[in-house]
């Protein structure tokens, strides 16, 4: 199936069902190891419906959320599942994944040090959220801020990170990656006022699943800066999403005992959630993103969106499992 064009909603590869109208914009290499078993005709069938996921974005589009999200098979290149894919949507600290590739690419190139001493002095504080503020360490080398930001999504880290490598790199970076809907805004504050960028990031689906397909395919500026990414992105802890129906060890899933391949980020803020990632198996593998932007009024509201996501890790695992 290829993409969506606008306002056709939300549609898989097997029984297209709408979302409703189109949402406005707010704001390494691997190949999956096939056997030549062909599975029974009801399972393959399953695999491709993706009908839970459906019903569950369905539900949230119904009260008020907003939905973004692409599914693609890695090996067919195949649009497994998409919906309002080309939308620009809030994604918070999955917007750090470009940041990272360009720290990547300096480390490869020379022209950044991964052992420079970064002082945490030397930076506005983030209270909100984040590791480095608790620790001792008053300063950390640059590759350890990498990591830091991709496993932990530390936010002292991605400023550090940030500040080193400047706006206008990271811009040019995304340029050369041909992402046209996908931008890293501002860095983390605690407050934002009227003169700063209202989010930290922005993205579509589309884009963020691509990026990742690219990156496990050594395709993102070289094959050492995509293997590198795709190692400190291997790392992260916050399996909490799509991730939770994995079953994976959030502090320790980066060589699997069963084969599973999965590669993620995730995003947060005030009524965003979003994640991108690569899941695979040995029946197939993929490239994904969802994206949620919703009224975080209650409780209710916030497990409503969180419910989706593990929605659709569920179908995912069926997908490259079963």
């Not at 009260?63 to 309002?84: C, W």
């Not at 400023?159 to 041909?178: C, F, M, P, Y």
Request: aromatic share 4%.
């Amino acid at each position: 199936m290829g993409a969506l064009e606008p306002g056709e909603g939300l549609r898989n590869s097997s029984a297209p069902e709408s979302l409703g109208a189109a949402q406005e914009a707010s704001g390494a290499g691997r190949r999956s190891q096939r056997t030549s078993r062909r599975l029974p005709r009801r399972a393959a069938a399953g695999r491709r419906s993706f009908t839970a996921t459906l019903r569950s974005l369905e539900g949230l589009v119904d009260s008020g959320a907003q939905v973004s999200v692409h599914v693609v098979d890695l090996d067919n290149h195949v649009h497994v599942l998409a919906g309002d894919d080309h939308v620009t949507m809030p994604i918070a600290g999955l917007g750090v994944v470009p940041l990272l590739i360009e720290v990547a690419a300096g480390f490869q190139s020379g022209a950044l040090d991964p052992f420079e001493i970064v002082e945490r002095e030397s930076l506005e504080p983030v209270e909100t959220s984040g590791l480095w503020r608790h620790l001792h360490a008053p300063a950390l080398p640059l590759e350890d801020l990498a990591v830091m930001a991709a496993t932990a999504g530390d936010p002292i880290a991605v400023n550090a990170l940030l500040h080193k490598v400047g706006h206008d790199r990271v811009r040019e970076r995304i340029e050369s990656l041909g992402l046209r809907r996908t931008a890293l805004l501002d860095r983390f504050r605690d407050h934002r006022g009227p003169d700063d960028a209202p989010q930290v990031a922005v993205g579509s689906a589309r884009e963020l699943a691509g990026l990742f397909s690219a990156l496990v395919n050594s395709q993102v500026v070289d094959a050492a800066v995509s293997a590198q990414v795709s190692e400190w992105l291997s790392l992260n802890q916050d399996l909490s999403l799509v991730a939770a129906s994995t079953g994976l060890d959030p502090f320790a899933h980066d060589h699997d005992a069963h084969g599973l391949l999965f590669v993620n980020k995730t995003g947060r803020d005030r009524g965003v959630r979003a994640e991108a990632g690569v899941l695979a198996g040995p029946r197939a593998g993929v490239a994904y993103s969802l994206i949620v932007c919703f009224d975080d009024l209650s409780i209710t509201h916030r497990l409503r969106a969180h419910d989706a996501f593990r929605v659709l890790g569920v179908e995912l695992m069926e997908y490259t499992h079963c």
